[in-house]
């Protein structure tokens, strides 16, 4: 049997008011926790300058940056850093990472481990509903996202027909892993 990976989340932006991605991270996190435990692995969350304000098990290491949300562009160059410390910390500390997992855009660069990551909607690209800056870049965004992502994570079927549409360079990489809300 393989060994379970080492997973850091980054979860600068969970620290943010109450939405469905944090709602879905608050179902996920625990349960990832577990499975990655009885494998053998681990998982950690890279908090934001706003800690993360759901329950998380004690097994899952929080480590702290002073990262905020917003405005994004300089959400990625901090997060793109905090990242690479906290790795370099992981590797010098004996307890490396096998992976990161973001589930914002602009995803973190430079990256001394494979990354994935999960695409909750394609608003940046729903031309009606999104900010101009948003539209301007969005696709671009995704575009390199969904390029340099190991796999790509989408809520729901629905979802997983559209980015392989938008993004047909990434459509092997796309898989299905539901928002695991239990009501």
């Known amino acids: 049997m393989?060994?379970?990976?080492?997973?850091?989340?980054s979860g600068v932006c969970l620290g943010q008011p109450a939405g469905g991605?944090?709602?879905?991270?608050?179902?996920?996190l625990p349960r990832l926790a577990r499975r990655l435990e009885a494998?053998?692995?681990?998982?950690a969350v890279l908090e934001g300058r706003v800690p993360i304000t759901f329950d998380l098990p004690e097994s899952i290491e929080r480590i702290p940056s002073r990262v905020h949300w917003l405005p994004a562009p300089l959400r990625a160059v901090g997060e793109s850093r905090a990242l690479a410390e906290a790795l370099s910390q992981a590797n010098?500390?004996?307890?490396?990472?096998?992976?990161?997992h973001t589930a914002h855009q602009p995803t973190p660069t430079s990256l001394a481990v494979p990354f994935t990551l999960t695409i909750h909607d394609l608003r940046s690209?729903?031309?009606?509903?999104?900010?101009?800056?948003?539209?301007?870049?969005?696709g671009k965004v995704l575009h390199r996202a969904t390029s340099e992502?190991?796999?790509?994570f989408v809520?729901?079927?629905?979802?997983?027909?559209?980015?392989?549409?938008?993004?047909p360079h990434a459509a092997d990489k796309v898989q299905v892993v539901g928002n695991g809300v239990d009501h």
């Open 149 to 152: 992502a190991a796999r790509i």
């Open 125 to 138: 690209l729903d031309l009606n509903r999104a900010p101009f800056v948003r539209r301007l870049i969005g």
């Open 21 to 28: 991605v944090r709602r879905h991270n608050a179902q996920l």
């Open 2 to 9: 393989t060994k379970a990976p080492s997973v850091l989340i």
């Open 155 to 167: 809520v729901s079927k629905w979802m997983q027909s559209r980015v392989r549409g938008e993004f």
């Open 39 to 43: 494998g053998g692995g681990r998982l």
């Open 92 to 100: 010098e500390s004996g307890r490396p990472f096998d992976l990161v």
